[in-house]
């Protein structure tokens, strides 16, 4: 009585184990890869172990979290001439396969899953079959394209009364993952402070935990003032310079005498006088990053450094922003050097103004590299612009119809950034325009006053005797 249970589950195991033995065995994996970098060429490995006859390979890139799967290989095994295996029922042999896809030069956006699915068919009947698959993530690195350091809030005026915070920003693109970024000055690292918020803006000279720094006395200051040889000279006869009361007259125009448009007076006023606020000791640094991923996958740093700026010790500092990244072999790197304008080089164009022209008067360059970017101020000494603006801000000045009496006025150009402030001067001659006779041009440029009035009624009383 007890036998035939013992039958009837031999039998289920029986069962199993056909049902097992008709289906097949099939396993399916991909080999792991380490991240790879950007321009490289990259093969997906896909090993899988059966026992049956291969149906199909189909490779799969996974988009958009899952929901799209795009076909990017696909082997089938009814219209290959490659494969020869014959099923065999009475014999099992676990064959080893490899399925490989090759991509010759990744790119970012290859970044992502990767699935291989596999199937064979079922060892009971050909209509069914057996399907198994195997995943990886492609981890494809960028290193960054372009590194740029700019001072932030530029440009920016001088202040010798007042300690104002300084940022240098350093703007890393192109990299992914994001790169780690870091300062040095003078080819050393910063130790700085880590911010998670930028610091406000009228707070003042930023502070740490760090004990109380000592100031320097005024009597330390270094203080630097260049004055006007001429400018001297005509203080010390008693006088007043030339160009509080420009002459208005002409200058004449001989043909064999060629003179420049403008006089360039050897003058260079460096302001640079440091109060009690200037700090003696070494500064205290600020970091704060900032990372804005792209819409190509790569993630765009910024590295901002702040401190109180120190003109005494800052001028001619180099700063160097430095970047590290996997898919670098050694560090990316960009540096500026923080220094005061000097010396500005004043073009004026055209070469001999005459009455009526437009002069225009240009900062060209300086004697040296200058940074940040300076800011540019426009002043006539001791009277208002042809416009009637007391100053006019930008590179370059525009004098639109200069008439007679802009003869011999100096223009004070003030270039000055948050290290330092010089003054140029540069003194505007105007010839006569024989298309203009001498005494008939206004303010502007244009004939009129009494002697236009003048040559008018003459004009008037010629055509009236004419017609009479």
């Not at 000791?281 to 590295?303: C, I, K, N, Q």
């Not at 700026?309 to 800052?314: A, G, H, K, S, Y």
């Amino acid at each position: 009585m007890r036998a035939a249970p013992s039958l009837r589950g031999c039998g289920c195991l029986l069962l199993a184990a056909t049902l097992h033995l008709a289906r097949g065995y099939l396993t399916v994996n991909i080999e792991p890869l380490p991240p790879v970098v950007a321009g490289d060429a990259v093969t997906l490995k896909c090993n899988f172990k059966t026992d049956g006859r291969m149906r199909e390979i189909v490779w799969y890139r996974v988009m958009d979290g899952g929901t799209i799967k795009q076909k990017i290989f696909t082997f089938d095994a009814m219209f290959s001439t490659n494969y020869s295996h014959m099923e065999n029922y009475r014999k099992r042999e676990d064959l080893v396969y490899q399925s490989t896809v090759r991509l010759p030069e990744v790119r970012v956006s290859d970044n992502g899953p990767y699935e291989c699915h596999v199937g064979i068919y079922d060892r009971a009947t050909r209509e069914k079959v057996v399907l198994a698959s195997g995943n990886i993530f492609l981890n494809v690195m960028a290193p960054p394209t372009s590194i740029e350091v700019v001072a932030a809030d530029t440009p920016a005026p001088f202040n010798r009364y007042q300690a104002q915070n300084f940022t240098l920003v350093c703007i890393v693109s192109g990299g992914k993952p994001a790169p780690m970024v870091y300062f040095k000055r003078d080819g050393e690292p910063i130790d700085a402070v880590t911010l998670a918020e930028p610091p406000v803006a009228s707070s003042g000279p930023l502070r740490d935990s760090r004990p109380f720094r000592s100031l320097l006395h005024r009597d330390l200051d270094d203080t630097k003032v260049q004055r006007s040889l001429s400018l001297m000279d005509t203080e010390n006869r008693g006088g007043r310079p030339s160009t509080e009361r420009p002459s208005l007259g002409l200058t004449p125009d001989p043909s064999v005498l060629l003179q420049p448009t403008t006089e360039n007076v050897p003058e260079t006023v460096v302001s640079r006088e440091f109060p009690r606020w200037v700090h003696s000791s070494e500064p205290v640094y600020f970091l704060r990053h900032s990372h804005s991923p792209g819409s190509d996958g790569t993630v765009e740093v910024r590295a901002l450094l702040t401190w109180t700026l120190n003109p005494q010790i800052d001028n001619e500092a180099l700063f160097s922003c430095e970047v590290k990244h996997p898919a670098l072999s050694m560090p990316m790197q960009a540096e500026v050097t923080l220094v005061a304008p000097k010396g500005p080089k004043i073009v004026m164009t055209p070469s001999r103004a005459r009455v009526g022209d437009t002069v225009r008067i240009l900062v060209h360059g300086f004697q040296n590299e200058v940074f940040p970017e300076p800011l540019f101020t426009w002043t006539r000494v001791g009277s208002r612009l042809l416009d009637g603006s007391t100053e006019f801000d930008g590179r370059e000045l525009v004098l639109e119809r200069v008439p007679a009496e802009l003869n011999g006025s100096m223009y004070r150009c003030t270039a000055q950034n948050p290290l330092g402030s010089t003054d140029t001067h540069t003194r505007l001659i105007v010839f006569e325009n024989p298309n203009i006779p001498r005494g008939t041009e206004d303010s502007n440029g244009s004939a009129s006053g009494p002697a236009g009035v003048r040559l008018i009624l003459v004009l008037a009383l010629t055509v009236l005797l004419e017609l009479t």
